[in-house]
């Protein structure tokens, strides 16, 4: 029986819950992303249910989780306490915060869920600064729609793998691509 404070499994968001491939992918991304984290003003865009912001707060100075669920916010905020980690409710193409307050930014498998794509890096250009870093992930749409001949109905918009470097280079002068 799911607790209220329980978020729905749609499979786009890790929930500590549930072990799967998913929660495996989301686990190494942000192991990953941890290693930058250190003594740094950490953003979390599409932190869902908060775990991910977590792990990142024991590395950075201060970490703030954004989602534009208000039930993901409630849940973050109910099971995550620290004095470095907090929670806010805003969209990935509308930020809450002021220009140049962010040094490492963090947005797993979100752009894809976005029609204003370029909004969304917009603001990540303005919230980020001049010297900040964005580690950014997204589902290759050959793999996940193609191949798989299935169509994600939280996908708004998928990109090609050449479509997100396009897309990140048009936006960012200095990137490095990992597989």
Same mark, same amino acid.
């Not at 908060?50 to 993901?72: N, R």
């Not at 409710?89 to 204003?116: G, K, M, P, R």
């Not at 396009?166 to 990137?175: A, D, P, R, S, V």
């Given at each position: /029986? @799911? ?5 729905? /499994? ?10 799967? %491939? ?25 932190? *869902? @249910? *908060?775990?991910?912001? /977590? ?9 703030? *989780? ?22 806010? %409710? ?24 976005? %029609?204003?794509?370029? *909004? /969304? ?59």
């Amino acid at each position: /029986m @799911e607790n209220k404070e329980d978020l729905e /499994m749609t499979g786009e968001r890790l929930l500590t819950s549930v072990i799967n %491939q998913n929660t495996i992918e989301h686990l190494h991304r942000y192991a990953f992303a941890c290693e930058f984290a250190k003594n740094k003003k950490v953003l979390d865009i599409a932190c *869902g @249910e *908060g775990y991910g912001s /977590m792990l990142l707060s024991k590395e950075a100075l201060s970490v703030i *989780g954004a989602d534009i669920s208000e039930q993901a916010i409630s849940h973050a905020k109910a099971k995550y306490k620290k004095e470095n980690l907090e929670f806010i %409710q805003c969209s990935a193409d509308n930020i809450s915060l002021e220009n140049q307050s962010i040094e490492l930014l963090v947005s797993f498998e979100t752009i894809e869920h976005l %029609q204003n794509q370029d *909004g /969304m890096l917009s603001e990540i250009k303005r919230v980020l600064k001049k010297d900040g870093v964005l580690i950014i992930s997204s589902p290759d749409k050959i793999c996940n729609t193609d191949l798989e001949n299935y169509i994600n109905p939280y996908h708004v918009k998928e990109l090609y793998e050449d479509e997100f470097k396009n897309l990140i280079n048009k936006n960012f002068k200095h990137t490095l691509f990992l597989k």
